[in-house]
């Protein structure tokens, strides 16, 4: 099993510019999540899905949007970059939200 | 809003020395779980707690959920330096399938 899966694992935006951060996941969990982590602020929830269909909002959902067509895919979408969306992003799933397994990151600069 | 609190933010201990990082909630959580984060990597996940009282072992890691489950600590005997990294808790609101997370502490040990 590969686990969490994220791409890419950097980028460079320029301000105003539209991107997709993908998420896979192969354990046939239920529960994904996505979550940006910042110095001093630990990991902060901006959406997440407890099924293919359903998805709901986090602490810090303005600016981003999520769709959960597959049990494997949860993608996140920065549909017009600001620099106060440079951070790290997390995605994670779990089975029914227990254990958490986090993927890689990707690590985000906006300009 | 649901808050996690986490202190310290830093602990610096001599190789052999205790550690011990509390989360407090401002509200009462189904339960909580744990994250170890190396520098550079992803949060990994450590233990749950659910039951009110609950303390787990884990070798020379001694997890505690409080009477009133809006809080918790964990307790690191005898630090090593493979025990250097970020330490998160993670919540799980009683109402709400969402997980809010610490703001970390970073432990550095010193061989």
């Known amino acids: 099993n590969a686990g969490v899966t994220q791409t890419p694992k950097f980028q460079v935006l320029k301000t105003g510019q539209s991107m997709t951060l993908q998420c896979a996941q192969d354990?046939?969990?239920?529960?994904m999540s996505w979550y940006r982590q910042d110095p001093g602020m630990g990991l902060r929830l901006i959406h997440y899905?407890?099924?293919?269909?359903?998805?709901d909002q986090g602490e810090v959902p303005n600016g981003y949007n999520v769709s959960r067509s597959t049990t494997e895919d949860f993608p996140l979408r920065l549909l017009s970059a600001a620099p106060s969306q440079t951070s790290v992003y997390f995605c994670?799933?779990?089975?029914?939200?227990?254990?958490?397994?986090f993927g890689p990151g990707t690590r985000l600069t906006v300009l | 809003g649901q808050q996690v609190m986490q202190i310290p933010q830093y602990q610096h201990v001599q190789e052999g020395e205790d550690f011990t990082t509390y989360c407090n909630s401002s509200t009462t959580l189904s339960n909580i779980q744990w994250y170890k984060q190396r520098p550079g990597g992803h949060p990994v996940f450590l233990i749950q707690?659910?039951?009110?009282?609950e303390v787990k072992k884990q070798k020379r890691l001694t997890f505690q959920f409080g009477e009133a489950k809006k809080n918790s600590s964990l307790h690191i005997t005898a630090t090593q330096t493979t025990d250097v990294g970020t330490y998160f808790c993670a919540g799980r609101s009683s109402n709400f399938n969402k997980f809010y997370f610490g703001s970390g502490t970073k432990l550095n040990v010193k061989p």
């Open positions: 707690l659910v039951k009110s009282g």
């Open positions: 899905s407890v099924g293919a269909g359903i998805t």
């Open positions: 354990m046939n969990h239920e529960y």
């Open positions: 994670a799933s779990s089975a029914g939200g227990d254990e958490q397994f």
